[in-house]
């Protein structure tokens, strides 16, 4: 805060930076990863991988929340995965390497890292819900021997609507981490549940009074998943998803996303089964 003709002017929350496409990456036929840098680099240098989403600014066109895929091997960028699905994702799509865009965040409650050490982790990506939950799995990798056994579930239409394809592979892998794919659609491209996630889980060889989950998917799909993983013998507290809703500040002051009587973007997007219960009906 700087001092200005005798009062304090305030930082401008709502003020992005501006960051520059270094890349782009056709992920699907919908989803592209963007990976973006700060104008000033400098400020890649401030951020501690706390929070959950960016607000991302298409300049002249709109504003949108979108998950942090955080990728430790590019400590000087960002990368988001973003599906096309309306005005600004379209607009994104449109944008070239060179082309400048604003950042404000990072925002929300992540998923709690510390609760899941010593404990087996199942997580659970749909579409491009696979990006939501990347920086936990990369975290977890990271530190493998602070953890038990590794589920990851990539989930999707077909293999080639599947994200990170190359790193579910080099997951597959590290020791004791085990990945499996549900699809709509057989593949011949890797071993593959041609149906529902929730028909691999029973045959899962972990420890289930001792697990930890994660499901980013539709609110059916997170419910109908927990509804088995409670069967299993886990506890509805130990289920987290990250949900998404329409935003806009991203930091509790303008009430667009007030669900019932949770401010998405600071009580979540980040909440447990049991708190996702508590929401109404369509979540
Ligand atoms: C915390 C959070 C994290 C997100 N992370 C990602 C991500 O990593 N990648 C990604 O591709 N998308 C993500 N989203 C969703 C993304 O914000 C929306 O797709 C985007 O706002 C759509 O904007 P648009 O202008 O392109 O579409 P619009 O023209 O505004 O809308 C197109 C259609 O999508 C619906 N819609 C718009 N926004 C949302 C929303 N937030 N939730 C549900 N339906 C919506 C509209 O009702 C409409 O039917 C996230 C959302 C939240 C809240
Ligand atoms: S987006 Fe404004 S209060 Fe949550």
Redesign the pocket.
């Known amino acids: 805060m700087e001092k200005h003709n005798g009062g304090e002017r305030c930082e401008n929350i709502y003020l992005p930076q501006v960051a520059v496409i270094k890349e782009i990456i056709e992920e699907t036929r919908n989803?592209k990863r963007f990976i973006l840098q700060y104008e000033d680099k400098s400020l890649h240098e401030e951020y501690k991988r706390d929070g959950?989403?960016f607000e991302i600014t298409v300049f002249g066109v709109?504003e949108?929340?979108?998950?942090i895929p955080y990728s430790p091997s590019r400590k000087d960028s960002f990368e988001?995965?973003?599906?096309k699905?309306?005005?600004?994702?379209?607009a994104i799509h449109n944008m070239k390497v060179g082309d400048k865009v604003g950042l404000r965040g990072p925002f929300?409650k992540g998923f709690p890292y510390e609760e899941f050490k010593k404990r087996d982790v199942l997580i659970i990506g749909s579409g491009?819900g696979l990006?939501?939950v990347r920086p936990m799995i990369l975290r977890i990798l990271e530190n493998r021997e602070e953890f038990g056994k590794v589920v990851i579930i990539g989930s999707a239409l077909t293999y080639e609507d599947l994200i990170y394809k190359e790193d579910l592979i080099s997951w597959s892998k590290v020791e004791d981490v085990e990945i499996l794919y549900a699809l709509n659609k057989p593949t011949s491209k890797v071993a593959a549940h041609a149906g529902y996630i929730n028909d691999l889980l029973t045959d899962l060889e972990l420890d289930w009074s001792n697990s930890s989950a994660i499901i980013c998917a539709s609110p059916r799909r997170i419910k109908a998943i927990s509804k088995d993983l409670l069967k299993q013998g886990m506890k509805g507290t130990d289920i987290y998803t990250?949900l998404?809703?329409?935003?806009r500040c991203g930091i509790g002051k303008c009430g667009h996303c007030k669900v019932g009587s949770k401010y998405?973007c600071v009580d979540g997007?980040v909440f447990n089964y049991e708190e996702m219960l508590e929401l109404p009906p369509e979540f």
Not at 244 to 247: I, N, P, R, V
């Open positions: 989803i959950q989403f709109g949108i929340a979108i998950s988001f995965c973003i599906k699905t309306g005005k600004v994702t379209n929300g491009v990006a939501p990250s998404e809703t329409h935003m998405m997007p």
